[in-house]
């Protein structure tokens, strides 16, 4: 009978609301994964539709906890359920202890539409065995600020079970809350103020031997008229994920390997972006990008998060939608802010990374789409006038840490290496897309000039030849040597010299940066800097896009047996967690608890496989060239990357490399520089 029901409980997963498989090749079953598998703390499971976000009770079968709609916070909200079984009450809820009336709670799988749950109770009563089987589906809605629960029950007696569901609401501290108020943390109010609405049915049933009945639940803030139609609500979430499915990921390639690992790494790093994408009326931009969201928290749009990270793959899955986003980056004051928050206003400082990550976004669209004259306008005044602020023999002072890295001791401040070193790409990056727009001649010479003294002035000024690296310079002549994963930023901005390139990587080894589950993002062997609990830049681990960057960076640097080490090191990641977290230590598969439960960034890691393994290069021009770097065993295969309207699919190995056009093979040989279109 068990084996019995564990196949039932397989086919009902893969089966289950799967009707959103209106992409070819992307559907919501790629990215589901096994409960039990994860070591996700219970505070950073959540399931969204792009509307609402709920927080399953793990342990339990119809539990539900946090919900987040914004305008609408539904923190410390509770459903919980209990049943009445041939008359006697079972709970449905965790609880230790043997000989308990509970249903026992067996594990499930999560996808991005919904969590799918099982339970069961077999146990001798007074009156006869009770034994039966629940599988429910926790679905939050994409129309409205709610959720629903569809449960089906087997009884696995040979007798009827008569059952009663008996669900228990508690709106905890519903409110609502304005938009400009949903920052880095989720917010919550002091009471409820809202009453959320709880509708039912099939609450009551007599369930004949070996059948099965279903029930439903919904759990809304705006009252619904009439009769409930639950299918009809399932039904149209369904819908608007099969629309999202069908232009997020239409350019995106799936990735085939005989390596599981990379595999479910590069499904996971995908997921990561697909669950930041919001549809609401409420918000300013419809489709919305957010940083964050599934757990209420940065459900602002931050510049650097989404410009500085994965700017390619941005731009690959939101298409021409990202216009209005980067558009909505320069309304803000990018001199004040460094966000916006759902209604579109400014929030946050300047921050230092703003200006490359513009940069970024904008030279991606570019050779993706074309150049967009008001947005390479705006990349021009943004660079121009970091060259205004005030300097230190031509290093500029970015200002203290809430401008740069936030770093809970001094150090990373005033004039910092990579920040200026990014002064160098941006010039040389508005040259190129200047030149390309066909500004004068005279103009983008200028720029190039500039960037070449910036860069002598950065050698000059903060590289310490003994020490092998860049130091941080305070305005009173104080030096700090600080040995943070930013360092290596440098590697791309055209600053560092083979020599110093040299000297940069040689502390990129294990127990100063490198340790069994990532990378440190200050070195331990800096014991000035060095700490365990801001892992994000302080160290014992690190902001989830920046590992995967530094592999891309190494990839770039033709390193790609250095970049592979640096990547796998993440991939824990794709077989253990749902979609990555804003960040996680490094010398043990674990993320802090009181930080954001997914993360924007987490696209780099496809980022990095894509342009970096794979060796995609897009080109100002509108080509796309390729130099594929694998060092591993199996061959990759990717299909159906979509670029300028073309459709192309590649295998590369160690030895061989595979070309297909719009289904014409184009090359196959060894792997080298060529020319896709």
Same mark, same amino acid.
């Given at each position: 009978?068990?084996?019995?029901?564990?196949?039932?409980?397989?086919?009902?997963?893969?089966?289950?609301?799967?009707?959103?498989?209106?992409?070819?090749?992307?559907?919501?079953?790629?990215?589901?994964?096994?409960?039990?598998?994860?070591?996700?703390?219970?505070?950073?499971?959540?399931?969204?539709?792009?509307?609402?976000?709920?927080?399953?009770?793990?342990?339990?079968?119809?539990?539900? +906890?946090?919900?987040?709609?914004?305008?609408?916070?539904?923190?410390?909200?509770?459903?919980?359920?209990?049943?009445?079984?041939?008359?006697?009450?079972?709970?449905?809820?965790?609880?230790?202890?043997?000989?308990?009336?509970?249903?026992?709670?067996?594990?499930?799988?999560?996808?991005?539409?919904?969590?799918?749950?099982?339970?069961?109770?077999?146990?001798? $009563?007074?009156?006869?065995?009770?034994?039966?089987?629940?599988?429910? $589906?926790?679905?939050?809605?994409?129309?409205?600020?709610?959720?629903?629960?569809?449960?089906?029950?087997?009884?696995?007696?040979?007798?009827?079970?008569?059952?009663?569901?008996?669900?228990?609401?508690?709106?905890?501290?519903?409110?609502?809350?304005?938009?400009?108020?949903?920052?880095?943390?989720?917010?919550?109010?002091?009471?409820?103020?809202?009453?959320? #609405?709880?509708?039912?049915?099939?609450?009551?049933?007599?369930?004949?031997?070996?059948?099965?009945?279903?029930?439903?639940?919904?759990?809304?803030?705006?009252?619904?008229? +009439?009769? *409930?139609?639950?299918?009809?609500?399932?039904?149209?979430?369904?819908? !608007?994920? &099969?629309?999202?499915?069908?232009?997020?990921?239409?350019?995106?390639?799936?990735?085939?390997? &005989?390596?599981?690992?990379?595999?479910?790494?590069?499904?996971?790093?995908?997921?990561?972006?697909?669950?930041?994408?919001?549809?609401?009326?409420?918000?300013?931009?419809?489709?919305?990008?957010?940083?964050?969201?599934?757990?209420?928290?940065?459900?602002?749009?931050?510049?650097?998060?989404?410009?500085?990270?994965?700017?390619?793959?941005?731009?690959?899955?939101?298409?021409?939608?990202?216009?209005?986003?980067?558009?909505?980056?320069?309304?803000?004051?990018?001199?004040?802010?460094?966000?916006?928050?759902?209604?579109?206003?400014?929030?946050?400082?300047?921050?230092?990374?703003?200006? *490359?990550?513009?940069?970024?976004?904008?030279?991606?669209?570019?050779?993706?789409?074309?150049?967009?004259?008001?947005?390479?306008? #705006?990349?021009?005044?943004?660079?121009?006038?970091?060259?205004?602020?005030?300097?230190?023999?031509?290093?500029?002072?970015?200002?203290?840490?809430?401008?740069?890295?936030?770093?809970?001791?001094?150090?990373?401040?005033?004039?910092?290496?990579?920040?200026?070193?990014?002064?160098?790409?941006?010039?040389?990056?508005?040259?190129?897309?200047?030149?390309?727009? +066909?500004?004068?001649?005279?103009?983008?010479?200028?720029?190039?000039?500039?960037?070449?003294?910036?860069?002598?002035?950065?050698?000059?000024?903060?590289?310490? #030849?003994?020490?092998?690296?860049?130091?941080?310079?305070?305005?009173?002549?104080?030096?700090?040597?600080?040995?943070?994963?930013?360092?290596?930023?440098?590697?791309?901005?055209?600053?560092?010299?083979?020599?110093?390139?040299?000297?940069?990587?040689?502390?990129?080894?294990?127990?100063?940066?490198?340790?069994?589950?990532?990378?440190?993002?200050?070195?331990?062997?800096?014991?000035?800097?060095?700490?365990?609990?801001?892992?994000?830049?302080?160290?014992?681990? &690190?902001?989830?896009?920046?590992?995967?960057?530094?592999?891309?960076?190494?990839?770039?640097?033709?390193?790609?047996?250095?970049?592979?080490? *640096?990547?796998?090191?993440?991939?824990?990641?794709?077989?253990?967690?749902?979609?990555?977290?804003?960040?996680?230590?490094?010398?043990?598969?674990?993320?802090?608890?009181?930080?954001?439960?997914?993360?924007?960034?987490?696209?780099?890691?496809?980022? &990095?496989?894509?342009?970096?393994?794979?060796?995609?290069?897009?080109?100002?021009?509108?080509?796309?060239?390729?130099?594929?770097?694998?060092? !591993?065993?199996?061959?990759?295969?990717?299909?159906?990357?979509?670029?300028?309207?073309?459709?192309?699919?590649?295998?590369?190995?160690?030895?061989?490399?595979?070309?297909?056009?719009?289904?014409?093979?184009?090359? #196959?040989?060894?792997?080298?520089?060529?020319?896709?279109?």
């Amino acid at each position: 009978m068990r084996k019995q029901c564990l196949i039932v409980i397989l086919l009902t997963v893969i089966s289950t609301g799967l009707s959103a498989q209106a992409h070819p090749r992307w559907q919501l079953s790629d990215f589901a994964i096994d409960l039990n598998k994860l070591l996700t703390p219970q505070a950073q499971l959540w399931v969204g539709s792009g509307y609402s976000t709920a927080s399953p009770v793990l342990g339990s079968v119809l539990g539900v +906890g946090d919900f987040m709609s914004p305008p609408i916070s539904g923190r410390n909200l509770s459903l919980e359920a209990s049943f009445v079984a041939n008359g006697d009450t079972i709970r449905d809820r965790f609880v230790w202890g043997s000989k308990v009336d509970n249903i026992l709670y067996t594990g499930g799988s999560w996808q991005p539409d919904r969590i799918v749950r099982r339970g069961v109770y077999h146990r001798m $009563h007074s009156r006869g065995p009770i034994s039966f089987e629940i599988v429910s $589906h926790l679905i939050p809605l994409a129309d409205r600020s709610g959720f629903m629960i569809r449960y089906e029950v087997k009884n696995w007696e040979m007798v009827p079970l008569e059952l009663k569901m008996i669900p228990t609401l508690r709106p905890g501290k519903s409110a609502q809350i304005p938009l400009n108020q949903w920052g880095f943390i989720a917010p919550s109010a002091d009471s409820s103020q809202l009453a959320p #609405q709880l509708y039912k049915t099939g609450d009551y049933t007599t369930i004949s031997p070996g059948a099965s009945k279903t029930g439903y639940l919904a759990v809304v803030y705006v009252p619904i008229a +009439g009769t *409930v139609d639950f299918s009809a609500l399932e039904k149209k979430t369904e819908e !608007i994920w &099969a629309r999202r499915l069908q232009w997020a990921l239409s350019n995106i390639p799936t990735l085939q390997t &005989a390596n599981k690992a990379l595999e479910d790494y590069y499904k996971r790093s995908i997921v990561s972006g697909l669950v930041c994408i919001w549809e609401k009326p409420d918000f300013k931009l419809n489709p919305s990008l957010v940083t964050s969201g599934l757990d209420g928290g940065s459900m602002s749009t931050y510049l650097w998060d989404v410009g500085g990270y994965a700017p390619h793959l941005v731009s690959l899955m939101m298409g021409d939608k990202l216009l209005d986003i980067t558009r909505n980056m320069v309304a803000i004051d990018l001199e004040k802010y460094n966000a916006y928050t759902p209604d579109g206003a400014g929030s946050g400082v300047r921050y230092a990374y703003s200006t *490359v990550a513009f940069t970024n976004l904008v030279y991606a669209l570019a050779c993706q789409k074309k150049i967009e004259p008001e947005l390479l306008a #705006q990349v021009k005044r943004l660079v121009l006038e970091d060259e205004q602020r005030p300097m230190i023999r031509g290093i500029v002072d970015y200002g203290e840490q809430k401008n740069l890295l936030e770093m809970r001791g001094m150090g990373w401040e005033h004039g910092v290496p990579s920040p200026n070193a990014e002064r160098v790409w941006c010039l040389r990056r508005l040259a190129e897309m200047g030149e390309r727009a +066909g500004y004068d001649a005279s103009e983008t010479s200028v720029w190039k000039k500039k960037s070449d003294s910036i860069a002598a002035a950065i050698r000059r000024e903060l590289w310490d #030849q003994k020490a092998g690296w860049f130091v941080c310079l305070y305005p009173d002549g104080h030096k700090e040597w600080v040995y943070s994963i930013q360092v290596f930023d440098m590697l791309r901005s055209g600053v560092c010299t083979p020599a110093m390139k040299k000297k940069i990587l040689e502390q990129l080894v294990e127990n100063k940066f490198l340790f069994p589950f990532g990378v440190s993002s200050i070195s331990k062997a800096d014991s000035v800097h060095y700490e365990e609990t801001d892992t994000d830049w302080g160290g014992g681990g &690190a902001y989830t896009g920046d590992v995967a960057q530094l592999a891309l960076d190494l990839y770039h640097e033709r390193l790609p047996a250095k970049a592979w080490d *640096v990547l796998s090191r993440q991939f824990w990641l794709g077989q253990q967690w749902p979609y990555f977290p804003q960040e996680h230590f490094c010398d043990r598969p674990a993320s802090p608890v009181f930080k954001r439960a997914n993360i924007i960034a987490g696209l780099t890691g496809a980022e &990095a496989i894509l342009f970096g393994l794979i060796g995609l290069e897009p080109r100002l021009d509108g080509s796309l060239w390729v130099a594929p770097q694998s060092t !591993i065993e199996e061959s990759i295969t990717i299909k159906g990357l979509g670029y300028r309207g073309r459709v192309i699919d590649l295998t590369v190995s160690r030895t061989s490399c595979t070309i297909i056009k719009d289904g014409k093979q184009i090359y #196959q040989g060894k792997p080298a520089l060529f020319k896709i279109l």
